[in-house]
């Protein structure tokens, strides 16, 4: 059974920091594109960072130069540094992996706010 477990979440002030954590079981992680997406209420889900199983990166235009995405192999574990935060980055953020199939975590809590 697939899982996706994140963690690091909370609540931050704008031009904070926080760095959230993804560990997957269940698959075989080394060959798997992760990614994390995030949906603030009211909104749609949206692409935040994806990093393929060979390291490639792309973010999304609003998080780029702010967010950073890693992985560790041998860990299992996907990561995503957040940098300089705004309130308009609050959201739920979710872990994804992709290998044939499409996982989904449920969900971590983001708030940026003073």
């Known amino acids: 059974q697939v899982q996706l477990v994140e963690s690091g979440g909370g609540s931050v002030q704008p031009g904070g920091s926080l760095r959230l954590s993804c560990v997957a079981s269940?698959?075989?992680?080394?060959?798997?594109?992760m990614g994390w997406y995030r949906q603030a209420p009211g909104k749609e889900r949206e692409l935040v960072a994806h990093?393929?199983?060979?390291?490639?990166?792309n973010y999304g235009s609003s998080v780029k130069g702010r967010f950073t995405i890693s992985r560790d192999n041998d860990k299992n574990t996907v990561y995503l540094q957040m940098n300089s935060l705004k309130p308009e980055d609050t959201a739920v953020y979710y872990c994804?992996?992709?290998?044939?199939?499409?996982?989904w975590g449920k969900g971590t809590l983001v708030t940026v706010s003073s």
């Open positions: 994804q992996a992709e290998r044939v199939t499409t996982y």
């Open positions: 269940g698959i075989v992680f080394r060959f798997s594109a």
């Open positions: 990093i393929t199983s060979g390291g490639g990166t």
